[in-house]
């Protein structure tokens, strides 16, 4: 629902009690007063369900971030002179691969300018550069006996970042495509093969829940 009306949105200090529970690894429900999801299940009493339930999709999270990002990363590469002026960043490209027209491998994509940035640069063996959004599930409850050990800065960044690099992995390692009509299959790895023999770039663009980028992006 929109929060622009003001009966829309929840009250500041619950606001601030979840966040704060969710921060600190405390438990959102009593054991006896857990609700359940709309996908049926109950919900855990640290409400880590909510990023995996089925009927509550990350998809809607991926596509705000999708179509809020196209406009800035287009003005960013015009002023680089990565995009020429006439390009666009597209959003979901259709017909990227031509024997699995079906298949969007990107969120986002753009058609390199053909000249490089600066006269010293080498050309991009490149025509086309995409990205696929994915949002990562929670690692779940730390439990108190691990708390200490995770709290320590250093262990949280590395923790984090490497969560980051298996949701990179992961769609690198992507799922095979089977066409509907003709019962092709191509696997994972030959979606990534058709990309690279057309002269089209991939890179996995893993988002935390709460907002971090991957150490790609």
């Known amino acids: 629902m929109s929060r622009s009306i003001p009966s829309h949105r929840s009250p500041n200090d619950l606001l601030l009690t979840i966040n704060l529970k969710s921060k600190l690894h405390l438990e959102q429900y009593e054991e006896d007063d857990r609700p359940v999801c709309v996908c049926g299940k109950l919900v855990d009493a640290w409400g880590m369900h909510v990023f995996h339930g089925k009927r509550v999709s990350k998809a809607s999270m991926s596509n705000s971030v999708r179509n809020s990002v196209a406009k800035p990363m287009e003005t960013v590469l015009k002023s680089g002179r990565i995009l020429g002026p006439g390009s666009l960043v597209v959003i979901e490209p259709e017909r990227v691969i031509r024997d699995a027209p079906g298949l969007r491998p990107y969120d986002l994509a753009f058609h390199l300018s053909p000249f490089p940035a600066y006269p ?90 709460y907002g971090k980028w991957c150490p790609t992006m």
């Open 120 to 209: 010293n640069d080498e050309p991009t063996p490149f025509t086309r550069i995409g990205f696929n959004i994915t949002m990562t599930f929670p690692k779940g409850h730390v439990p108190p006996s691990q708390r200490s050990r995770a709290a320590n800065p250093s262990n949280i960044s590395a923790l984090a970042a490497k969560h980051l690099i298996e949701g990179e992995r992961g769609k690198l390692m992507r799922a095979g495509y089977k066409h509907p009509t003709t019962g092709r299959s191509i696997s994972g790895d030959g979606i990534i093969q058709r990309l690279f023999n057309a002269g089209k770039d991939f890179y996995p663009w893993a988002i935390s829940p």
